[in-house]
């Protein structure tokens, strides 16, 4: 080797060496942090993590370390939580020290800590009361947002009637409805089912959530120093994200030529209104970036997350016929055939409730939650959280609990259900997660499962294009949020 590369060679080792040296100091120094793998220089623990099956490295660990244990991934220091008791004191009984959004890089790099899911401090905390309020006020005296559910039910049985009882893939059908409602209150519009604007939507979404999952985009969040050199399919997430968020400014346009601000038609026209309103604040957090990266969070969170549950309730529903069976009885006896299911009739039908509490719980759509970061030094327990610290409060290990759901890997409705057949509530039932940073749009999804399920069942008995034995639930790969497998099944008119 000549003198200049061994020179280098040496100079990059005592550099790699530094760098870990100073890692290990500053966990030392840190006070007193959870137990966890000794990091490795720029990796940190990043070998010990299985980019197929997230869930299963992050029980392996707290198997060996605990309920709370310290990550790091590359420089960035991560602690987990890992127990129902430890998540409810940090998000519910200290709510307000872990209220700030951890760091994701590649959130980070797309949202710019804008909108609602991915932004914090005043800005977050005004623009969500904001949401919350006007998602809460929804119907402006009008139309109520179960009126628009039900509505939004029925073009989905009649688009499935399409079908004819053929096997059908219902990934782009189960999209459209629920991305209907979101455009409907964000612009007081809805799209036919065959709308190829719609479709291509429906597609970037859906491919988003694909590429989240890749091991490119796991590695661009778990070694954030090194994602500028990262090649792989993941960097089409950007330009997705950028598709969506024109095609919410082009609504803000055409709003703004018609805006009445005396009688808002829908969430866009409220915002407006609310920048006009503080036009004068040199203060004020309501701009037209924050409108558009809220809109996008609404209309990205309001149709996939809702869109992948349904998908996964008909896939266990098919794969359990006597679970149908028991719902058809149901659904004949409360509401019978005719009649357009509603949200009242959910307190006389225990067992739909159930069922669509298990599918939620089984389901398991969001595994790692999303990410916190606590506000100030924090005492947790017997441990010591510096400022900034990333929290991962995780979902599954509650959702899976064995001890408030036996044998939680098994897909069964009476996990909601006392001995007298009534619906039973679960404090381990968090598919929202819980505490401030909670889902915004927990009461409409959960209007909407209730409504698209019922409806659905009311009109169908659902078949499986194959042998139902052989229906898996596996999928390819678990990483920050857990997508259905493939699958195709026929809709029998009742």
Same mark, same amino acid.
């Given at each position: 080797?000549?003198?200049?590369?061994?020179?280098?060679?040496?100079?990059?080792?005592?550099?790699?060496?530094?760098?870990?040296?100073?890692?290990?100091?500053?966990?030392?120094?840190?006070?007193?942090?959870?137990?966890?793998?000794?990091?490795?220089?720029?990796?940190?623990?990043?070998?010990?993590?299985?980019?197929?099956?997230?869930?299963?490295?992050?029980?392996?660990?707290?198997?060996?370390?605990?309920?709370?244990?310290?990550?790091?991934?590359?420089?960035? @220091?991560?602690?987990?939580?890992?127990?129902?008791? +430890? $998540? *409810?004191?940090?998000? /519910?009984?200290?709510? #307000? =020290?872990?209220?700030? @959004?951890?760091?994701?890089?590649?959130?980070?790099? +797309? $949202? *710019?800590?804008?909108? /609602?899911?991915?932004? #914090? =401090?005043?800005?977050?905390?005004?623009?969500?009361?904001?949401?919350?309020?006007?998602?809460?006020?929804?119907?402006?005296?009008?139309?109520?947002?179960?009126?628009?559910?039900?509505?939004?039910?029925?073009?989905?049985?009649?688009?499935?009637?399409?079908?004819?009882?053929?096997?059908?893939?219902?990934?782009?059908?189960?999209?459209?409805?629920?991305?209907?409602?979101?455009?409907?209150?964000?612009?007081?519009?809805?799209?036919?089912?065959?709308?190829?604007?719609?479709?291509?939507?429906?597609?970037?979404?859906?491919?988003?959530?694909?590429?989240?999952?890749?091991?490119?985009?796991?590695?661009?969040?778990?070694?954030?120093?090194?994602?500028?050199?990262?090649?792989?399919?993941?960097?089409?997430?950007?330009?997705?994200?950028?598709?969506?968020?024109?095609?919410?400014?082009?609504?803000?346009?055409?709003?703004?030529?018609?805006?009445?601000?005396?009688?808002?038609?829908?969430?866009?026209?409220?915002?407006?209104?609310?920048?006009?309103?503080?036009?004068?604040?040199?203060?004020?957090?309501?701009?037209?970036?924050?409108?558009?990266?809220?809109?996008?969070?609404?209309?990205?969170?309001?149709?996939?997350?809702?869109?992948?549950?349904?998908?996964?309730?008909?896939?266990?529903?098919?794969?359990?016929?006597?679970?149908?069976?028991?719902?058809?009885?149901?659904?004949?006896?409360?509401?019978?055939?005719?009649?357009?299911?509603?949200?009242?009739?959910?307190?006389?039908?225990?067992?739909?409730?159930?069922?669509?509490?298990?599918?939620?719980?089984?389901?398991?759509?969001?595994?790692?939650?999303?990410?916190?970061?606590?506000?100030?030094?924090?005492?947790?327990?017997?441990?010591?959280?510096?400022?900034?610290?990333?929290?991962?409060?995780?979902?599954?290990?509650?959702?899976?609990?064995?001890?408030?759901?036996?044998?939680?890997?098994?897909?069964?409705?009476?996990?909601?259900?006392?001995?007298?057949?009534?619906?039973?509530?679960?404090?381990?039932?968090?598919?929202?997660?819980?505490?401030?940073?909670?889902?915004?749009?927990?009461?409409?999804?959960?209007?909407?499962?209730?409504?698209?399920?019922?409806?659905?069942?009311?009109?169908?008995?659902?078949?499986?294009?194959?042998?139902?034995?052989?229906?898996?639930?596996?999928?390819?790969?678990?990483?920050?949020?857990?997508?259905?497998?493939?699958?195709?099944?026929?809709?029998?008119?009742?």
């Amino acid at each position: 080797m000549d003198p200049w590369g061994l020179t280098t060679s040496v100079l990059l080792a005592c550099v790699l060496l530094l760098i870990f040296l100073s890692l290990w100091n500053q966990r030392l120094k840190s006070g007193k942090l959870p137990p966890g793998p000794t990091p490795l220089p720029l990796l940190g623990n990043i070998l010990q993590l299985d980019f197929k099956n997230m869930i299963a490295s992050f029980s392996q660990l707290a198997e060996k370390y605990g309920p709370i244990y310290t990550l790091y991934f590359g420089s960035q @220091r991560i602690v987990v939580l890992h127990d129902y008791k +430890i $998540m *409810k004191e940090a998000l /519910i009984d200290q709510g #307000d =020290g872990f209220v700030d @959004r951890g760091n994701i890089a590649i959130f980070d790099d +797309i $949202m *710019k800590r804008k909108g /609602i899911i991915f932004n #914090d =401090g005043e800005s977050w905390k005004q623009i969500r009361r904001f949401s919350l309020m006007t998602l809460r006020n929804f119907g402006m005296g009008k139309r109520s947002i179960e009126e628009r559910v039900q509505e939004e039910a029925q073009c989905l049985v009649e688009e499935l009637r399409k079908t004819k009882s053929q096997p059908t893939d219902p990934t782009f059908i189960l999209g459209c409805a629920p991305c209907n409602v979101i455009c409907s209150i964000l612009f007081r519009d809805r799209f036919k089912y065959n709308d190829e604007k719609f479709l291509y939507l429906m597609k970037l979404l859906n491919e988003n959530f694909q590429l989240l999952n890749s091991r490119w985009a796991q590695l661009y969040n778990f070694l954030p120093g090194f994602r500028v050199y990262l090649p792989g399919k993941h960097n089409r997430i950007f330009k997705n994200v950028e598709e969506l968020k024109h095609f919410i400014l082009e609504r803000v346009k055409e709003h703004e030529k018609i805006l009445d601000p005396n009688n808002p038609q829908d969430f866009i026209d409220c915002y407006l209104s609310k920048i006009q309103q503080e036009k004068d604040n040199p203060h004020s957090e309501f701009d037209l970036e924050n409108l558009i990266v809220a809109g996008g969070n609404l209309f990205t969170a309001g149709t996939e997350t809702t869109s992948s549950t349904l998908r996964y309730g008909l896939l266990l529903i098919l794969k359990h016929p006597e679970v149908q069976a028991k719902i058809h009885e149901e659904i004949d006896h409360v509401i019978g055939h005719n009649r357009a299911p509603s949200i009242k009739d959910r307190q006389d039908m225990p067992y739909m409730d159930a069922v669509v509490h298990e599918v939620q719980r089984f389901a398991n759509i969001l595994p790692l939650n999303l990410s916190h970061a606590v506000t100030r030094d924090i005492q947790l327990q017997q441990y010591v959280l510096p400022k900034g610290t990333t929290i991962f409060p995780l979902l599954f290990p509650m959702l899976f609990d064995s001890k408030e759901f036996p044998n939680p890997e098994r897909f069964d409705p009476q996990h909601f259900l006392d001995e007298n057949g009534k619906f039973k509530k679960s404090d381990y039932f968090m598919p929202f997660s819980i505490g401030k940073r909670s889902c915004l749009g927990e009461g409409l999804a959960r209007m909407e499962l209730f409504l698209f399920f019922t409806t659905i069942l009311q009109k169908f008995t659902l078949k499986s294009a194959g042998d139902p034995n052989e229906i898996s639930m596996k999928t390819k790969q678990v990483g920050f949020i857990n997508l259905p497998p493939f699958y195709e099944l026929c809709f029998l008119s009742r």
